[in-house]
């Protein structure tokens, strides 16, 4: 499949409709305000073309009734009638939810020419544009999630979208379910290494390490060049929408975690592992990291791609060898489940509290 042809040079090549109620200006806003209002992954994506991994991130399946909006500005991008699944792991559309509030452009940035779509008035990134998509209109947007906010159908009118709620619920030719795409084929074929056809690939990667309470290992991985996001949370369990006091008893098979999202350019996962993952924690103390004892405190590095295991089972080899430890290494390499944020006052604990406690420190 090839991509779409792309039709604008520039983020003002086409304004959107001026109707009643629809009129309304979004205004750009600095790197420095967006800094300060977005998530890490959100500014990657947005103000530096990057692309989320596929399948892990918040709107892939997403399948409520609503609006999907510019996460820099408000403005409305999307319909959910106009979503579909694509099978490739990202949100995907047929078109915009009005002709304008998207812009092409070329992009050659992996040698090949793609379309990319940024939104009108944030001109933030989005996503690309390709012609292998369903009826009606042949095209699947493929966008990410970390650029987008949806509001649901019922807070439309109280977040100031009520001239949009006849484009979410109005009749409108259906999408299609159609897989028969590249990125949707790749998957397919390989669905631990998504990404991997032309057009598909995720700039960014995901992985969940446990080495312990989760406020030590986060306040050091954070801290990491090439990490862009982390978070605590817990991960490896059986039980649903488990909380730190579930998971504190041990009953619930979760770890404390840190989900890490990185720049697998500036900070290869090898390197992640090898100079600070076996370094920040123990890996020979089955269910114990210093006074912490329990199944929640093991060592774990959960992976979201057949690479990422290849490689986390080679690193744990080195470790073994390393001669820095004087006993066997017991650190799980599993795929990684679901995922579940820890509460907001776990979150960053150590920058909240200094001198807080913590087990946790970078072994020589």
């Known amino acids: 499949r090839t991509a ?25 806003k600095s790197d420095a305000q967006l800094r300060t209002q977005l998530s890490p992954l959100a500014f990657e994506v947005t103000r530096r073309g990057g692309t989320e991994p596929p399948f892990r991130n918040a709107l892939w399946d ?13 403005e409305p991008l999307f319909s959910s009638r106009d979503k579909f699944d694509s099978g490739t792991g990202w949100p995907s559309f047929v078109r915009p939810v009005e002709a304008g509030r998207v812009v092409a452009r070329v992009d050659r940035s992996l040698g090949v020419a793609r379309t990319e779509v940024r939104s009108h008035f944030g001109d933030a990134h989005l996503g690309h544009v390709f012609a292998d998509g369903p009826t009606p209109t042949g095209e699947r ?7 987008l906010r949806f509001v649901p159908v019922d807070r439309l009118e109280a977040e100031g979208y009520a001239a949009w709620r006849g484009a979410v619920t109005g009749k409108r030719d259906a999408p299609g379910s159609d897989t028969d795409n590249s990125c949707a084929v790749a998957v397919q ?14 700039t960014v990667e995901e992985i969940i390490l446990a080495g312990g309470c989760f406020w030590g290992m986060e ?23 488990p909380t730190y006091g579930s998971v504190h008893t041990g009953r619930t098979g979760h770890a404390e975690a840190v989900r890490v999202v990185f720049d697998p350019k500036r900070l290869p996962l090898a390197s992640l ?13 089955a269910n114990r990291q210093g006074n912490d004892i329990g199944s929640q405190y093991r060592s774990a590095i959960f992976t979201t791609t057949a690479g990422q295991r290849r490689i986390a089972q080679a690193a744990k080899r080195r470790a073994a060898t390393s001669g820095r430890w004087n006993a066997p290494i017991v650190t799980e390499v599993l795929a990684a489940g679901p995922f579940t944020p820890a509460e907001s006052e776990h979150q960053d604990y150590l920058q909240r509290h200094a001198g807080g406690y913590t087990c946790h420190y970078l072994r020589d």
């Open 4 to 28: 779409v042809t792309a039709v604008a040079a520039g983020p003002r090549a086409a304004a959107p409709p001026r109707s009643s109620g629809r009129d309304r200006v979004w205004p750009r």
């Open 141 to 147: 947007y493929c966008i990410n999630s970390a650029a």
């Open 189 to 202: 074929a390989a669905p631990a290494a998504a990404g991997d056809a032309p057009g598909c690939a995720p």
């Open 219 to 241: 306040e050091i991985l954070r801290g990491v060049p090439g990490v862009i996001e982390t978070e605590a949370g817990y991960c490896g369990g059986t039980t649903a929408a």
């Open 273 to 285: 592992l090898d100079d600070w993952f076996f370094r920040a924690h123990d890996p020979t103390t």
């Open 62 to 74: 997403e399948h409520g009734e609503g609006l999907y909006v510019d996460v820099t500005t408000g």
